[in-house]
């Protein structure tokens, strides 16, 4: 509830974004990488997680 009220955000919800940020400008520059070793280098615990959390991502995007 703490951080929700000072962030506006869950921690989860927080997390989430910061990895999905952190991914979003790692995969502009690969560095040798695959797009899957770039989403576990990010902190995603699978491939499932990443694609829902994108989606949520491109929706929110689409609604500004």
């Given amino acids: 509830r703490l ?3 000072h962030i506006g955000m869950t921690l989860n919800n927080y997390i989430n974004m910061v990895r999905y940020d952190k991914f979003d ?3 502009k520059n690969p560095e040798n990488s695959t797009v899957t070793e770039l989403i576990f280098k ?3 615990p699978s ?3 990443f694609y829902r959390i994108r989606k949520y991502h491109e929706t929110q995007k689409s609604d500004l």
């Fill in 42 to 44: 990010c902190g995603f």
């Fill in 3 to 5: 951080f929700n009220g």
């Fill in 25 to 27: 400008s790692m995969v």
């Fill in 47 to 49: 491939l499932s997680t």
